[in-house]
Antibody, heavy 120, light 113 residues
Framework: EVQLVESGGGLVQPGRSLTLSCAASGFTFDDYAMHWVRQVAGKGPEWVSGISWNRDNIVYADSVKGRFTISRDNTNNYLFLQMNSLRVEDTAFYYC?????????????WGQGTLVTVSS | DIVMTQSPDSLTVSLGERATINCKSSQSVLYSSNNKNYLAWYQQKPGQPPKVLISWASTRESGVPDRFSGSGSGTDFTLTISSLQAEDVAVYYCQQYYSNPRTFGQGTKLEIK
């Protein structure tokens, strides 16, 4: 059974940093691209960042480029999102999502999400 | 960026009736080399993450009831629920995965009449 479990969310002040983790199990992690998607309550999902199976292709939404860094540990089956210079508008639920392919596919599994609140 | 626009924003349908949701992309998501449309439909219920229903515009995911179907190509797509059930109350999103950033539609809220 595919499982994605996010952790690391919480309350943080503007300008500070936070790192999210996603523990993956139930599939061959290094065969698939992975993504972070965020969602503000009552709004649609917003794709944040994606990383290909071999880390050759890493992409970011313009809204987080230069502030967030995605990475993956294919040995221990973890996905990470390092978030620096956090802003109030980064407040959202953050989901880890598995791509159905190594590069470009739909998101076939999602975690339950972790809430990031940026507030003073 | 490819902009995804859904219509309507909300929809109220009687049990057993057909529900139709439309999605239009600002540019084609049809990849000519493999003739595939890089378009997915997701269902999201309160307190849950989105769940993929349809990929490649018309391929139903494993376990998804056959009352859900997807159609369309290029820039215009449709999700159809042939006979609405109570458990289909949710928000539905289309998403393109043709290019980065992967963009979602604004969502269509489906309710029972």
């Amino acid at each position: 059974e595919v499982q994605l479990v996010e952790s690391g969310g919480g309350l943080v002040q503007p300008g500070r940093s936070l790192t999210l983790s996603c523990a993956a199990s139930g599939f061959t992690f290094d065969d698939y691209a992975m993504h972070w998607v965020r969602q503000v309550a009552g709004k649609g999902p917003e794709w944040v960042s994606g990383i290909s199976w071999n880390r050759d292709n890493i992409v970011y939404a313009d809204s987080v480029k230069g502030r967030f860094t995605i990475s993956r540990d294919n040995t221990n089956n973890y996905l990470f999102l390092q978030m620096n210079s956090l802003r109030v508008e980064d407040t959202a639920f953050y989901y880890c999502a598995k791509d159905a392919s190594g590069t470009y596919g739909p998101f076939d599994y999602w975690g339950q999400g972790t809430l990031v609140t940026v507030s003073s | 960026d490819i902009v995804m626009t859904q219509s309507p924003d909300s929809l109220t349908v009687s049990l057993g009736e057909r529900a139709t949701i439309n999605c239009k992309s600002s540019q084609s998501v049809l990849y000519s080399s493999n003739n595939k449309n890089y378009l997915a439909w997701y269902q999201q219920k309160p307190g849950q993450p989105p769940k993929v229903l349809i990929s490649w515009a018309s391929t139903r995911e494993s376990g998804v009831p056959d009352r859900f179907s997807g159609s369309g190509s290029g820039t215009d797509f449709t999700l159809t629920i042939s006979s609405l059930q109570a458990e289909d109350v949710a928000v539905y999103y289309c998403q393109q995965y043709y290019s980065n950033p992967r963009t979602f539609g604004q969502g269509t809220k489906l309710e029972i009449k």
